[in-house]
């Protein structure tokens, strides 16, 4: 446990209301104590600083002298799983308030990752951030190379990275469909993770694996497919030779005439017989067992009942919708007060299955009618903003300034660290790296505002601080409007 230095004497009230922060800061920590490695790691036998050491000795000195420690913003959020662990990574950016409420111009950002096999991942890692948190700010003293100690909960144990894909794969909705094994191949590209291969097989990569399954699928529908065809064929061929159309020719020795079954020569039938060999008895009498079978058909109240499998092949095609047409309705819908119902109507007056089978012209290229209304709906739909898309818009913003400032473009400007393939800045993911880049610039941007005469904002630009994205961007691009218009 840290042992306090702290000095008892308590400054008078009045006076430390007009301490400024800087002097509050430097007189807090002066009295901080160090830390000592008091923590035992069960899992991993080792010795770490525990939070709530770290968070004791500075607390006593900042109560003393009116500091407080807030998060600011949470400029990141990533959530993994590991085996059995929930995995939670968040960047936090930390500012310090002074006994009269002013706040220093640096802020603190620090990364906290913790582990817990419950719901408790996310408040350990905000605590393992406000732990480095208060070491980065009061620089508290520690032995040489101790900085970089593991976490209380650090699992002993971590997962291979293809089990992710491998549990995907146990899935029954998974495994028996093409459509999701395609998802998973998707997923895997986008980590790099086709060629891993498999535990059980080091010959075999992923991407072998899943393939040779999407191809056994494919196998599988076609057989199907295959015997449904013959089927429906020889179902068919049945029907033509026990039920024939009326006139149809059929080659049947005993088929039943007129007269001939009662015996009874008529002007119809007269000779018909004549020269012929008598049918053995035996035999007629097969056939009428047959005929008596086929009667007990024709007169089962199922028969009058169609048959969907026997009528599969002469089924009507529906009728299918314009495409110009259906073109048209998703413009209209576009523009519509509510497009999401206006292409909800498109899609409940056509039909899904319809509109599967037509291609149409839309933003995202030629697709069927189908995926362009679903696409349109996603887009009309109203997306929840996050604290990281905060964040990320006040980077942009100033990232913005500093390309117009520098006579660049925005996507030009942060080029470097746009994902690969993409050009719309709103892409951009490696937040810190933004940060990073807006800060290496700011020295460049002080002396292009400087060298087209805009002196006054370029010093109040290079007055901001290490504080990225730099909150009084706004009084700067008015003070650059305002040299302009005079």
């Known amino acids: ?10 400054p008078d009230l009045d006076e430390l209301l007009s301490w400024p922060v800087d002097k509050a800061f430097i007189a807090a920590q002066r009295e901080i104590a160090p830390v000592g490695k008091n923590g035992k790691n069960q899992d991993q036998k080792y010795n770490f600083r525990q939070a709530e050491d770290v968070i004791r000795a500075c607390s006593g000195p900042m109560r003393k002298f009116g500091l407080r420690i807030f998060p600011t913003a949470i400029l990141a959020r990533e959530h993994q799983t590991r085996g059995k662990m929930n995995v939670t990574i968040i960047e936090v950016e930390w500012a310090i308030r002074g006994p009269q409420g002013d706040v220093m111009d640096i802020r603190v950002v620090t990364v906290g990752e913790a582990a817990d096999a419950s719901d408790k991942a996310s408040n350990k890692a905000m605590t393992a951030a406000e732990k480095y948190a208060l070491f980065q700010m009061f620089k508290i003293e520690v032995d040489p190379g101790d900085l970089d100690d593991g976490d209380r909960d650090h699992p002993a144990a971590v997962r291979s990275p293809i089990d992710y894909y491998l549990e995907r794969l146990q899935l029954p909705e998974v495994w028996h469909s093409r459509e999701r094994l395609r998802e998973v191949l998707n997923v895997a590209a986008n980590n790099q993770m086709l060629k891993a291969t498999m535990p059980d097989n080091p010959m075999c990569t992923l991407e072998q694996y899943v393939l040779m399954r999407g191809r056994q699928l494919a196998a599988e529908e076609e057989e199907r497919k295959q015997a449904r065809a013959e089927e429906r064929e020889a179902l068919h061929a049945q029907m033509v030779v026990e039920h024939p159309t009326p006139g149809q020719a059929v080659n049947d020795p005993w088929a039943v005439r007129p007269g001939i079954a009662a015996g009874v020569e008529t002007e119809d039938n007269k000779g018909v017989n004549d020269g012929e060999a008598e049918p053995d008895a035996s035999e007629d009498a097969e056939a009428f067992e047959r005929d008596a079978e086929d009667s007990e058909v024709y007169e089962h109240d199922a028969f009058d009942e169609e048959d969907p499998a026997d009528n599969e092949d002469q089924e009507e095609e529906p009728q299918l919708p314009d ?17 999401l119902r206006a292409l909800i109507r498109v899609r409940d007056r056509f039909g899904t299955e319809a509109l599967e089978r037509i291609i149409v012209a839309s ?7 189908a995926a362009a209304i679903g696409l349109a709906m996603d887009e009309a739909t109203p997306k929840r903003k996050t604290t990281q898309d905060t964040a990320k818009g006040r980077l942009l913003v100033e990232a913005g300034f500093q390309a117009d ?12 660290i746009m994902p690969k393939g993409k050009s719309d800045p709103r892409a951009v993911t490696a937040l ?11 020295a460049d941007v002080v002396e292009a505002m400087r060298a087209a005469g805009q002196s006054v904002a370029a010093e109040m630009y290079s007055r901001v601080g290490p504080y990225v994205p730099c909150r009084g961007i706004d009084k700067i691009a008015a003070e650059l409007t305002s040299s302009a218009d005079s």
């Open 323 to 339: 495409p110009a047409l259906v073109e048209q309705l998703l413009h209209d819908a576009k523009g519509d007060d509510d497009p």
């Open 363 to 369: 933003p995202w290229g030629q697709i069927s009618a």
């Open 432 to 442: 810190v790296k933004l940060q990073k880049l807006i800060g290496d610039s700011r």
């Open 1 to 10: 446990m840290a042992e306090s230095t702290l000095d008892d004497t308590m």
């Open 405 to 416: 400032m520098l006579g660049v473009t925005l996507a030009q400007h942060i080029g470097p």
